[in-house]
């Protein structure tokens, strides 16, 4: 699995150059006023990960498949979005099928470039934006509670648990807190997801500053990740526009110029690993002549689970799973040095997938 990023933002912070940058395309029309994003564009991209070019290499793979990330960009929102304003109803239901947001805001100052409330100041555009996904999930909440009340008196039992649950919910976001902040147990969580709140969604806030301050931000990026802080969530510094020139270079161009600019890495491969760190995703590998490919999975999934990620039939007749650490597969120089010096081990029903893990599924059919 890979996982599905809505980059959001108010108008003209940079939503559209980035996702332009990040999926390597001009799909999606950057230009100087609201709403020039009117449907969502959605881009796949590959997730880059060094191991799985090592492991290739040393397996002498045909084909290396790694991982997809999808990021979808959504149309700029505006105050009022949740009662409508400025095609809200329709963006805040591109949000809601997303895994995460990826919430831009403009760190950069720029009189050429309009701001919609005449003024730059990230963290008010972060409480605008939050502001309306609340006021959402609390219009969409009072009428499903209102729905509810039949069954919850006719004693049906899903119906008394999503009740409460939806009332745990209002209760949060009447302090004018997102919901993700509820505290919810592991037997209420099927239900929990169910409501598909709009505010459990988790937040990765993306700084967008000038050229000259991407190695180190500056001033308005800090207070963000003041507030990231605050809040329990992550954030990242980027500059759209290097980003954008960086996806029209090849791989050595690219490495030269982020020299040159002080930086280890691209936007992209920090955005990404920002990314799993938020859904606390890793990743395995299946390592052959034919292909070397990366499959990404949550934390704390169980082997037949992750056999599952390939094909149900792997997780429905899973027997049990040849293993290698990552560092072992390379240190012994394959699989074959691997089962030399014992590294490869057999993984039963209960092995919890590492990151990094070599594997091969063995099932019945």
Sequence with gaps: MGFRMGIVGLPNVGKSTLFNALTKTAAAQAAN???CTIEPNVGDVGVPDARLDTLAGIAGSAQIIPTRMTFVDIAGLVKGASKGEGLGNQFLANIRETD???HVLRCFEDEDVTHVDGRVDPVADAETIETELIIADMESLEKRLQNIVRKVRGGDKEAV?????????MEMLEQGKPAR????DDEDLKQWNMLQLLSTKPVLYVCNVDEGEASEGNA???????MAAAQGNTHVVISAKIEEEISQLDD?????FLGELGLEEAGLDRLIKAGY???QLETYFTVGPKEARAWTIKQGTLAPQAAGVIHGDFERGFIRAETIAYDDYVACNGESGAKEAGKMRAEGKGYLVQDGDVMHFLFNT
């Design 100 to 102: 995460a947001i990826a």
């Design 181 to 184: 902040l509820c505290d919810i």
């Design 220 to 226: 308005l990026s800090a207070k963000v990740g003041e």
């Design 33 to 35: 006023f609201p709403f």
């Design 252 to 256: 050595d161009e690219a490495e030269m």
């Design 277 to 279: 760190e938020l859904l």
């Design 161 to 169: 648990q999503q009740e409460r649950l939806m009332k745990v919910a």
